[in-house]
């Protein structure tokens, strides 16, 4: 694997957990993509409780 695209992978996780942080602070479902890209399954996400 190029440090190119190990760059663009962390990238890709970042921007993944700047998005879901953000929709959970507005009280908002993060997309599933991005809850993948982080290793989180979106349907043992939407079970968890406030």
């Known amino acids: 694997m190029s440090t190119r695209t ?4 962390l990238f ?3 921007g993944s957990a700047i998005a879901a942080a953000s929709a959970v602070d507005a009280g908002r479902q993060p997309k599933a993509r991005d809850l ?4 989180i399954d979106p ?3 939407r079970q968890i409780r406030r």
Not at 36 to 39: D, E, I, Y
């Open 43 to 45: 349907e043992r996400f």
């Open 12 to 14: 890709d996780i970042f």
């Open 6 to 9: 190990k760059i663009g992978e």
């Open 36 to 39: 993948r890209t982080l290793g």
